[in-house]
């Protein structure tokens, strides 16, 4: 009898003792990440933490209390070129509880979520510092000067793939996927914004992370003509190379490889720290059924052209235009594709990644394979359709189009329209191919 007892109260002592000593988290690194938009702030901790944020005036701070924690680190400071915060401190709020505060430059909305462990990271806690809504009357920006001239650019999105918290693939040297997505994104660009009728945008322009949906935002308020997503492949066969293209697919991946890396792209929202809502997701898919198959039929085109480019540079991994189900490239109205440049996982293909000369090249390889596109088929309105109007165009109708709208745009009579094409009737079906006659005062 005495001895069950005995033996309850040391398991009694043993509970105690022991949840009071495992009980208290470890913060263990600390990572901060400057966005145009917004600051992250990302701790590492070892097991769940529950927290609590405030903001305090006179001066501005931000103080972040995570209950039954310690730290274990010292703050990484952000920047002088980071517009929120001034500086990091790291204190203690109490014997068990830990404070962060942060220094501000101005007043700030803060948010902030939990994450749980997935394959690249523990438990995390998220701080993202936004500017205060009140402030962020936003100039709008124009991609170029906006000229007089009634011919407009032709205008691609470019994006680079993951980025900040979200590293994406790494190769067994050690580069991530996300620094070499940005180079090329750039050299990309350059390359864009030196063609006559063309400039580009660039969704991210430095080492942070953009959600998915809102790489697409972006890319739709400067009226991309075009969606490129740039990435590098991973595969655990560290023999697989070359380059592939995708484009969305309505009907799931055209294959399991195929299948497997949509998954691995779609998950950087959760790497990243944003959670996918999921109702928006059924308002997209209904959205998408709309209008999606003339996009996916202009992202086909666009995507064959820049793959048979890419050919010319060796060897492509898939020799026909892939389809997987990605996030980035849902967009109902922008035809969108997406490159894998490479497999980063092969040391070879690794190498070559890292070389600017070679990163070179994939853009020029890229450019070309868009260029090529466009100058087939031009959107109405630019520069390029304009060049091209000593010869016939062939206009695929899109969704919300009319006849006479097509006509007035393109500055030509109904009736010249009708008996081109031989059109018995003005209903137009989606995906339709219009020939528009080169103009004959032109
Ligand atoms: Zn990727």
């Known amino acids: 009898m005495n001895g069950i007892i005995l033996k309850f109260t040391f398991l009694l002592l043993f509970l105690l003792t022991g949840t009071v000593n495992a009980g208290q988290a470890v913060i263990q690194s600390m990572r901060l990440w400057s966005a145009p938009d917004h600051t992250r702030l990302v701790f590492d901790v070892d097991a769940a933490v529950e927290h609590k944020i405030f903001t305090l005036k006179s001066p501005d701070r931000l103080v972040i209390d995570i209950s039954n924690a310690r730290l274990t680190v010292k703050p990484q400071q952000a920047t002088s070129q980071d517009q929120f915060i ?17 220094d501000l430059k101005k007043t700030v909305q803060p948010r902030s979520f939990v994450l749980k462990p997935n394959k690249q990271y523990g438990h995390r806690l998220v701080v993202d510092v936004y500017q205060k809504a009140s402030d962020s009357k936003q100039k709008s920006k124009s991609v170029k000067t906006v000229s007089k001239t009634y011919h407009r650019d032709v205008v691609i999105a470019i994006d680079a793939g ?3 918290e979200d590293p994406g693939a790494s190769g067994a040297k050690g580069s991530k996927e996300k620094r070499v997505t940005l180079a090329i994104a750039k050299k990309l660009k350059a390359l864009v914004d030196a063609e006559k009728g063309m400039s580009a945008v660039l969704t991210r322009k430095g080492d942070y992370y953009i959600p998915l949906r809102q790489r697409m935002d972006i890319a739709r308020k400067y009226k991309a003509d075009l969606f490129v997503s740039i990435h590098a492949d991973a595969f655990k066969d560290p023999r697989a190379s070359g380059a592939s293209v995708y484009v969305l697919s309505r009907r799931g991946a055209s294959s399991e490889a195929a299948k497997w890396l ?25 959205l998408m059924d709309l209008s999606q198959s003339a996009t996916i039929q202009a992202s086909n085109g666009a995507a064959g052209q820049v793959l048979s480019q890419l050919k010319r540079l060796g060897k492509v991994h898939g020799r026909k235009v892939q389809r997987a189900g990605f996030m980035v490239l849902k967009s109902p109205d922008m035809p969108s594709m997406l490159v894998e440049t490479a497999f980063i996982s092969n040391p070879q293909e690794e190498r070559r990644l890292n070389s600017a000369a070679h990163q070179k090249r994939l853009a020029k390889a890229i450019l070309s394979g868009v260029k090529n596109y466009f100058q087939q088929s031009p959107p109405p309105g630019s520069l390029m359709a304009s060049q091209q109007s000593q010869s016939d165009i062939v206009y695929i109708v899109k969704a919300g189009d009319t006849l006479s709208a097509i006509a007035s745009r393109y500055q030509i009579s109904l009736n010249v329209i009708r008996s081109y094409n031989k059109l018995r009737t003005d209903v137009l079906s989606i995906g339709k191919r219009l020939t528009i006659p080169a103009r004959s005062d032109s």
Do not use: P, T, W, Y
């Open 162 to 164: 993951h980025g900040g």
């Open 262 to 286: 949509a998954k691995q792209e779609n998950a950087a929202d959760l790497i990243g720290g944003v959670k996918l809502g999921d109702k928006d997701d059924v308002l997209a898919s209904v």
């Open 86 to 102: 001034r500086q990091v401190r790291f204190g203690k709020q109490d014997k068990r509880n830990s404070r962060i505060v942060l």
